[in-house]
């Protein structure tokens, strides 16, 4: 292919929900615009995601803005495979541009415009504005913790976690005190000797609530915040929705959590105690940062790590937004429900 200029009103770079939710009210706008996504396929980070995970909340709390996310058959919770597909038909029904597999490898400024480089396929964008959804599943987090470049076994995150077949028979603590440690941990118990290790005691939401409730909650704590409240609620967006493998293994206790470990030596971790557990593999189940790697040549300065924004758009550049990244930019914007009223509200800002 041969290396062009191109140009257009807005670039999105990320083709996962975020993106998807920005590409539909630019589209409804009229807007010349383009997503650029690194993905080979559709679906974002769901297409990653491991074969047993289901979505937190029924299909009609999970839907992208104005196409209803369809029901799975045989399945309250819908899983990672049937949310990618319904992204891929998200993008099919609205004719969004998305330009796959496009890695953009840095975005500059300019008075009159932005300049979005890529290493995929050479094309240079160029645009009045560009929106950062590109997602947090490429930049898995691990915590420094002593020796951990002395254990010999195996270690992954997250994102390396396929199926528990891969760990039958093994030793394995799973890290992480949320919903990845909890689901992850709960495969495992069925196949493995699994210990799961935690920071804090885990809290466990009431079995009767689901994702909804933490919607809900993301909502309220963010307007809370914005008309100076301090919020006193009971839950928080750490809490663990009990779905329905976590609830069967914590019934049957095999989901008790251990306190962390303050380091890990050749054969696995060591606690301040003097208790030592030798195992095969380590699962850090420990989160994610941001992934805004191409904003570099931007220069923008970050403030506690996080680059300011008032909503989407940053406060040192309104052209440039950040979509999708959680509550700082956007109440529960990083759910499936909850990115399409801020992409919305974003396009508000976006046309001044
Ligand atoms: P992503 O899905 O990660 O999409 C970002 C896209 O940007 C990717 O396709 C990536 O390739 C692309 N990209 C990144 N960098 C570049 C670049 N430099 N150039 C070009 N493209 C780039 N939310 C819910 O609502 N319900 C749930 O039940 C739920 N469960 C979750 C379970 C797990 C394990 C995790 C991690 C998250 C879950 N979430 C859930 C939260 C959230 O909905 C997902 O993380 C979602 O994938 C975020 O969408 P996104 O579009 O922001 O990012």
């Known amino acids: 292919m041969t290396a062009a200029e191109q140009h257009r009103q807005v670039v999105v770079i990320g083709g996962g929900q975020a993106g998807l939710a920005a590409g539909y009210y630019l589209r409804r706008a009229g807007l010349d615009f383009a997503i650029l996504d690194a993905n080979h396929a559709p679906g974002g980070a769901w297409q990653h995601y491991w074969d047993s995970l289901r979505l937190f909340s029924p299909a009609e709390y999970s839907s992208l803005p104005g196409r209803p996310m369809p029901h799975q058959r045989g399945a309250t919770y819908p899983d990672a495979r049937h949310v990618a597909a319904y992204l891929a038909a998200y993008e099919d029904r609205y004719q969004l541009p998305v330009h796959r597999p496009v890695h953009v490898t840095g975005v500059e400024r300019t008075p009159d415009h932005l300049t979005v480089h890529t290493d995929t396929d050479a094309d240079t964008w160029h645009a009045q504005a560009v929106v950062f959804a590109t997602g947090s599943w490429r930049r898995p987090f691990v915590p420094a913790v002593p020796g951990r470049e002395?254990?010999?076994?195996?270690?992954?995150?997250?994102?390396?976690?396929?199926?528990?077949?891969?760990?039958?028979?093994?030793?394995?603590?799973?890290?992480?005190?949320?919903?990845?440690?909890?689901?992850?941990?709960?495969?495992?118990?069925?196949?493995?000797?699994?210990?799961?290790?935690?920071?804090?005691?885990?809290?466990?939401?009431?079995?009767?609530?689901?994702?909804?409730?933490?919607?809900?909650?993301?909502?309220?704590?963010?307007?809370?915040?914005?008309?100076?409240?301090?919020?006193?609620?009971?839950?928080?967006?750490?809490?663990?929705?009990?779905?329905?493998?976590?609830?069967?293994?914590?019934?049957?206790?095999?989901?008790?959590?251990?306190?962390?470990?303050?380091?890990?030596?050749?054969?696995?971790?060591?606690?301040?105690?003097?208790?030592?557990?030798?195992?095969?593999?380590?699962?850090?189940?420990?989160?994610?940062?941001?992934?805004?790697?191409?904003?570099?040549?931007?220069?923008?300065?970050?403030?506690?790590?996080?680059?300011?924004?008032?909503?989407?758009?940053?406060?040192?550049?309104p052209r440039i937004h950040l979509l999708g990244y959680g509550n700082w930019t956007g109440p529960a914007s990083a759910t499936l429900i909850g990115v399409g009223r801020t992409a919305a509200e974003q396009l508000r800002t976006l046309l001044g």
Do not use: K
């Not at 891969?166 to 069925?190: K, M």
């Not at 885990?202 to 008309?227: I, K, M, N, W, Y």
């Open 150 to 317: 002395q254990f010999t076994g195996r270690q992954l995150h997250t994102t390396g976690y396929r199926t528990a077949a891969d760990f039958a028979g093994q030793r394995v603590a799973v890290v992480g005190g949320g919903n990845s440690g909890a689901q992850i941990a709960a495969d495992l118990t069925a196949v493995a000797d699994t210990r799961w290790v935690t920071r804090r005691p885990p809290r466990f939401l009431p079995d009767s609530v689901d994702g909804r409730a933490l919607f809900e909650l993301a909502t309220h704590q963010v307007r809370a915040h914005a008309a100076g409240e301090t919020h006193t609620g009971v839950a928080s967006l750490g809490d663990i929705v009990v779905t329905a493998p976590v609830r069967a293994a914590r019934d049957h206790g095999l989901l008790t959590a251990h306190p962390m470990f303050d380091r890990l030596t050749a054969t696995g971790p060591a606690w301040p105690d003097g208790t030592t557990w030798d195992c095969d593999t380590i699962i850090w189940c420990t989160g994610f940062r941001p992934d805004l790697a191409a904003t570099r040549p931007l220069g923008l300065h970050r403030t506690n790590g996080r680059i300011p924004t008032d909503g989407t758009r940053t406060l040192e550049d």
